[in-house]
């Protein structure tokens, strides 16, 4: 179906109008004869050295990487012609499934056949394409976007001209690199502007048009190999070397230079009766970046030819800030030994100003966040400014740069952060993003201009630039702030050893369908927690109601439970607790007692009221009153009538911040109007100062373990402000190790109670373990800027009773699969705490293994023979544990998805993987402990846990040239592709289409060269 919709669209958009972005009359046919010289050349190189040939490689590449940039800027203009022509770009997968049908149906429309049969295609090839779509036309799955699918073909044509530009400079180390020296031994203070690249750079830096700069980079990368090919250079290793440049100061002071390479145009010259003729002077300069310099030259002048050629995608504009960026470093060079100083011959005496604007600029816009970046445009003014350092702290962005010198009427410095993290919205359709720039820099202080190794630096200053933004969401179909999930507990207080129900219940109120995972976590006594999860589909306008295995609790006290509910990119979340009371044991006996005390808010701020809110039940009609104390003493009390249930709201007004203790008791009135204390419940109340703008608090459920367990941790806010208030910081252990990093990009304005972030943690080792929570609205680190607050809880595992060996807790990591040595590879990584229960003995550990029963969930559902998993390793594999201690054992599986997936149509598959996925893996294993090595016990075990499945990038091939077989992974499937034939959805097909730009893209997939990486 997808070739189809690419063949009819593309004929179309030519019937509009389409025009190739280059003169040359046939790109594609020159794309093959490039590929074919440049494999031919790249083995005679390798195996002769002969300069000749290297010389016919590095222009074989540059042809190679000026037709790919070609090439990349047709699809682009393609893109854009279908677009203004009104061609259907998106088809979702019921639109797919229709067509399909309809062909299963009738046959291919004559339109189509007509099209096919002009771009080659014979009636048998047509016909065999008709069964094929007849016969899996139920099994298309996921949505086709063709204007997506065109974006990232030509990004990829980019990359291949990147990767003609790698063959280039390995042409130039091929031949020189022969027998490179040792590094040479550097001084600090000595690296300046490679002199020998002055003038070339200069003439790039100021050239104004494209094409200008084409030639002043094609110039300089002239130049980069006229340097290395002289008689009078030493290599070195890693691509640098050592040369001599023979200088005069007059020539010297000519050309402005700071430390990180940024030239200005020549000073002028005055005449002076004083200054002595130029006197000669012979150095030795380090360049450790030569061959850098040049592939990054390479690059550069890629992306100039695509610009040239008519590729507008801003991609490239980014890509060339930061390729000119690296050259300006990569031209760096160190001297060897110390040239005189250099003098400047004038004498006006000004202070450097620095001048800073900031712009948030969005990099991705989805239905449900955002992902920008800050552009920092940095200007020196009166004289030269030294910039130590720039630090930015912002709403899912946090950022630091050493910037150096910035000459004062040069160009601006440009300074490009990293992409934020994913900025979520809520109530509204807009994203809010604000933060501050902070720049520490020193001005200039001197004759102007100046040269940095002659002038002096004024005393440090700091600047700070604040930003805000709104972005607004792009439109979606499935609102998330219309589905919910909760957990339903009855009774909730329960008694122990109470049967306790529970329902899942999860609320669509969208109007389409949704799908996703659920994972619900329960603390329970003792032994850490108990874990459900599964998938399920919600209709539109309904609820999904789950009845989960009930549970029941040996202990009173409250324990946390987490729900979550991932549906596409979206998260939805539940949190609270389960009260449990101790049974009296007699369910006939009168009961008069408090079942919940809560206060509203439950961290009060000075001075503010706070409503504490007493639950009070019994069996039969009763007068009673509540009363309660805070640290000693009584601040409320009330009376009333209860028959069942009631609740008391008792009014204070706390006076002092901190933490305050609290007690409430529960009276009945019995005979002569007098009072008797029938229950009570007690605990610790946190009071925030009148003056704070939130309040944080680290909650952990289960406090107590037998041996160890997992534990869940909740981080609460309270927000006092009007506005959102944006958090950093971190949960650390005992140790001060940190367990977990926040980076919260806006609690609501208000909110109370308000959970940022829920985590599981595994909690071993008898004695108390404490974790303590850091926020502040500033940098996430304890420095004393922002408003700071800490929070602290301690989790105890006491001693096992019992003896033998205990499995208490077992976990696994994520799943990531990266592209490496031509397969996408990754490791399953899962850990097993076992302890050791006896008090006096220790217990020796051997033979683990895994069992060949091991399930890796939807993983296994790969076509036969393109997932390969190796051996477990597991560590250690044999060990002792001392008596009431746990230890750790690591296991990892290597996993393997092959790209030689087969094309037949019978082992055809369209899905392999899904990016995001969510797995339950299943892994039974076995050892045998003993006490004394003579009597040794079997033990077995089992790893259970749900992990997600993700991938490297939006759109990974095999980095191999001439490999034959080629694998793309975009966001939701695996597909690959052969020599000489074209695999989609399992069917082989080999193209013939005549001249339109998907002939070279068709073509370009059955070359792996095609593509490295986008």
């Known amino acids: 179906m997808v070739i189809l919709i690419l063949m009819v669209s593309v004929s179309q958009a030519m019937e509009e109008g389409f025009v190739l972005a280059s003169a040359a009359e046939d790109p594609y046919k020159e794309f093959w004869d490039i590929l074919y010289r440049e494999a031919d050349l790249v083995v005679q190189l390798n195996k002769t050295g002969d300069g000749n040939i290297a010389k016919e490689l590095i222009n074989n590449s540059r042809r190679g990487a000026e037709n790919a940039a070609n090439i990349s800027s047709s699809i682009w203009i393609a893109l854009q012609e279908l677009k203004k022509s009104g061609v259907k770009l998106y088809y979702t997968e019921d639109e797919l499934r229709k067509m399909a049908e309809d062909i299963k ?32 036309a139920d099994k298309i799955r996921g949505d086709f976007d063709m204007g997506e699918f065109l974006l990232n073909m030509s990004r990829a044509f980019i990359a291949a001209g990147f990767k003609y530009n790698y063959y280039e400079t390995w042409a130039l180390k091929r031949w020189l690199w022969t027998n490179p020296k040792e590094l040479p031994e550097l001084k600090p203070g000595t690296e300046t502007m490679n002199p020998l690249l002055a003038e070339e750079w ?12 084409l030639l002043a980079i094609e110039k300089l990368q002239n130049k980069i190999i006229e340097i290395v090919s002289k008689g009078n250079v030493d290599y070195i290793e890693n691509g640098g070397i050592v040369f001599e440049y023979r200088s005069t100061k007059e020539r010297d002071q000519s050309i402005r230079q700071d430390s990180i390479g940024t030239i200005t145009l020549p000073k002028p010259k005055i005449p002076s009766p004083i200054i002595p003729s130029p006197t000669p002077t012979t150095n030795k300069y380090y360049w450790p970046t030569a061959l850098e310099a040049y592939r990054t030259a390479a690059e550069i002048r890629t992306l100039l030819l695509g610009i040239k050629y008519g590729n507008g995608d ?4 980014e890509m060339l800030r930061n390729r000119i960026s690296d050259l300006r470093s990569e031209l760096k060079v160190y001297k060897v030994f110390t040239s005189p100083s250099l003098i400047s011959p004038f004498n006006v005496e000004k202070e450097g100003k620095l001048s800073v604007e900031v712009k948030a600029i969005a990099d991705e816009i989805t239905t449900s966040y955002v992902r920008y970046h800050l552009k920092i445009i940095l200007r020196a003014k009166d004289n030269d400014v030294y910039v130590s350092k720039i630090k930015v702290n912002g709403t899912g962005l946090s950022f630091e740069k050493d910037v150096d010198l910035l000459v004062h009427n040069n160009e601006d410095e440009i300074i490009e952060t990293e992409i934020s993290k994913e900025v979520y919205g809520e109530i509204s359709n807009t994203v809010k993003v604000k933060g501050k720039v902070e720049i520490t820099y020193s001005p200039i202080y001197g004759s102007t201009p100046t040269l940095s190794i002659t002038s002096q630096s004024s005393e440090e200053k700091v600047k700070i630039v604040e930003y805000s933004k709104d972005f607004e969401l792009e439109e979606h179909d499935i609102d998330p702030k219309n589905v919910s999930v909760k957990l339903v507990v009855d009774p909730n207080p329960a008694r122990t050893w109470e049967n306790v129900k529970l329902k899942l219940k999860i609320r669509n109120d969208n109007e389409k369908s949704i799908s996703g995972v659920y994972q619900v976590k329960i603390a329970m006594p003792d032994s850490g927690t108990i874990e459900y999860t599964g998938s399920v589909t919600v209709n ?12 029941e609790y ?15 990119d979206f998260l939805v979340m539940d949190n609270g607790s389960i009260k449990v009371i101790q049974d009296s044991g007699d369910s006939s006996s009168q009961t008069l007692e408090i079942m919940s005390v809560e206060f509203s808010p439950s961290i009060p701020r000075v001075s503010n009221l706070a409503n504490v809110i007493v639950k009070v039940k019994t069996s039969t009609a009763k007068t009673v009153k509540v009363e309660l104390m805070i640290d000693g003493e009584k601040v409320a009390s009330q009376e009333g009538q209860v028959n069942g249930e009631r609740n008391f709201i008792l009014p204070w007004r706390p006076q002092a911040s901190g933490e305050h203790e609290w007690v409430v008791y529960l009276y009945e009135r019995v005979a002569n109007n007098k009072y008797l204390q029938r229950n009570s419940e007690s605990g610790k109340i946190l009071v925030a100062s009148a003056d704070s703008q939130f309040a944080i608090r680290l909650y952990a459920s289960p406090r107590e373990l037998n041996g160890g367990g997992e534990v869940i941790f909740s981080v609460k806010v309270w927000n006092y402000g009007n506005d959102r208030v944006s958090l950093k910081g971190f949960v650390s252990d005992g140790d001060g190790a940190v367990v977990k990093n926040i980076d919260w990009t806006g609690v609501p ?10 985590f599981t943690l595994t909690v071993y080792g008898v004695g108390e373990h404490k974790y303590k929570l850091f926020l502040d609205n500033y940098d996430g680190q304890p420095n004393g800027k922002g408003e700071e607050h800490w929070s602290e809880v301690t989790v105890e595992v006491r001693p096992m009773n019992g003896t033998g060996l205990k499995q208490i807790s077992s976990e696994c990591d994520d799943v990531y699969f990266d592209f490496k040595d031509h397969a996408y590879r990754a490791t399953l990584s899962c850990r097993v705490y076992l302890h050791n229960s006896n008090s006096r003995d220790e217990i020796r550990i051997r033979d683990i293994a895994v069992l060949n029963s091991y399930s890796l969930g ?28 746990t230890k750790i054992v690591h296991f990892n599986l290597p996993l393997e998805i092959s790209p030689w997936i087969p094309i037949s149509v019978a082992d055809a598959t369209e899905v392999v993987l899904k990016d995001g996925e969510f797995i339950t893996v299943e892994i039974p294993y076995t050892l045998g402990y003993s006490y004394d090595e003579n009597t040794w016990t079997h033990f077995s075990g089992e790893i259970y846990d749900t992990i997600q499945v ?50 070279f893209v068709w073509n370009g997939f059955l070359k792996p060269y095609i593509l490295e990486h986008t």
């Open 105 to 136: 149906r009738n046959g291919l429309p004559q339109e189509t056949v007509k099209a096919l049969k002009e771009q080659g295609w014979t009636d048998s090839e047509i016909k065999a394409l008709e069964e094929y779509i007849a016969e899996n």
């Open 202 to 213: 200069m003439t790039f830096m100021s050239s104004k048009t494209i094409e200008e700069k």
């Open 314 to 317: 801003r991609k490239l504009e």
């Open 540 to 551: 539109g306008g309904t609820e999904k109601v789950l009845l989960l295995e009930p549970i």
């Open 554 to 568: 040996s202990k009173p006290g409250m324990y946390s439970y987490l729900v979550s509910f991932k549906f596409g």
């Open 749 to 758: 304005a208000n909110a109370q109670n308000y959970t940022v972030t829920t």
């Open 858 to 885: 939807d993983l296994e559902n790969m076509p036969a023979g393109s997932l390969n998993t190796g051996e477990w390793s597991i560590n250690p594999s044999s060990f002792t544990i001392p008596a009431q201690t």
């Open 950 to 999: 993700k991938m490297d990038t939006k759109t990974v091939a095999t980095d191999y040239v001439l490999s034959g077989v080629m694998a793309v992974i975009d966001p939701n499937t695996a597909i690959s592709f052969s020599v000489g034939s074209f695999k989609f959805s399992g069917i082989k097909i080999t193209m013939k289409l005549g001249f339109d730009p998907w002939a």
